[in-house]
């Protein structure tokens, strides 16, 4: 299992770089992380919470104690994501983080995105996703950008300030 780096850390708040080489070394990165996200009952990781400043995550949802109403997805690895577009409808939903023991926040994402990214052997996939696998989507995507959920819910309290005063 990966050490997994907590909030304070700075890799966490680092903008992670494109990945460019498909080697056997990424493949074995992102199955390390699978075995990590599983063992700490994850239903997502991304790189730089292993210390890795990677454009790369993982997404496998399935119902465990931390998430009991979890639908189930096979695990997936996505390289160099994109969110093309997405739905102005957001919906409101409660989150944890490897990173943050203990802790959850309330989070508005997006209700669907389409998204494009790349798999371990570089090849392009293009999907709309929707639900609670789109807030993993984002959740993780947040990683890459060097934002945690300690940022996005300081982003939606100060817009949700802003609006009570237009
Ligand atoms: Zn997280």
Avoid at 2 to 25: D, M, Y
Avoid at 107 to 118: D, G, M, N
Avoid at 131 to 147: K, N, P, S, T, W
Wanted: proline share 4%.
């Amino acid at each position: 299992m990966l050490a997994i780096a907590q909030i304070g850390e700075s890799v966490l708040n680092r903008p992670a770089q494109k990945v460019i080489e498909f080697s056997p070394a990424l493949a074995k990165l992102a199955n390390e992380m699978l075995e990590t996200m599983l063992e700490a009952k994850g239903v997502g990781i991304a790189a730089p919470q292993v210390n890795q400043s990677l454009s790369l995550f993982i997404m496998a949802s399935r119902s465990n104690e931390r998430y009991p109403d979890a639908p189930f997805i096979e695990p997936s690895t996505v390289v160099n994501p994109k969110i093309i577009a997405c739905s102005d409808e957001k919906v409101s939903g409660e989150e944890g983080c490897l990173s943050i023991a203990e802790q959850r926040f309330t989070i508005l994402r997006h209700e669907w995105v389409e998204v494009s990214f790349q798999d371990l052997n570089g090849l392009e996939h293009h999907q709309t996703l929707t639900g609670f696998i789109a807030r993993i989507f984002q959740h993780e995507y947040d990683h890459l950008q060097g934002i945690t959920l300690i940022e996005r819910s300081a982003m939606q309290a100060s817009n949700s300030l802003s609006g009570a005063v237009r």
